[in-house]
């Protein structure tokens, strides 16, 4: 059973940055795809952004592209999100998980750690 524990969420002011980390175990890390996904209060779960195996593919939602950067160190079992001129509407429960490269309706189903709260607000 993967375990996922997320950290380096907290409040921050419009334009700043945040670098969320995901740790993983439980499972053998460099054969799957990771990726980020988010959920604002009263709103459905959201894909954020998804990466292959190797950290030689990256995909992203549209609301961050250009803005939010993820990555992986597979020799720490661990993938991240670099948050950068953050808006209000990015506030959300960001949570890692164990494949969802592209998103889609898969992402309900996906094995996912605890999350970590970004807060956005002046």
């Known amino acids: 059973e993967a375990q996922l524990v997320e950290a380096g969420g907290g409040l921050v002011q419009p334009g700043g940055s945040l670098r969320l980390s995901c740790a993983a175990s439980?499972?053998?890390?460099?054969?799957?795809?990771m990726s980020w996904l988010r959920q604002a209060p009263g709103k459905g779960l959201e894909w954020v952004s998804g990466?292959?195996?190797?950290?030689?593919?990256?995909y992203y939602a549209e609301s961050v592209k250009g803005r939010f950067t993820i990555s992986r160190d597979n020799a720490k079992n661990t993938v991240y999100l670099q948050l950068n001129s953050l808006k209000t509407e990015d506030t959300a429960m960001y949570y890692c998980?164990?494949?969802?490269?592209?998103?889609?309706?898969?992402?309900?189903?996906?094995?996912r750690g605890q999350g970590t709260q970004v807060t956005v607000s002046s």
């Open positions: 990466i292959n195996g190797d950290g030689g593919l990256t």
């Open positions: 998980a164990k494949g969802g490269l592209k998103g889609g309706a898969i992402i309900a189903t996906l094995e």
């Open positions: 439980g499972f053998y890390f460099t054969s799957y795809a």
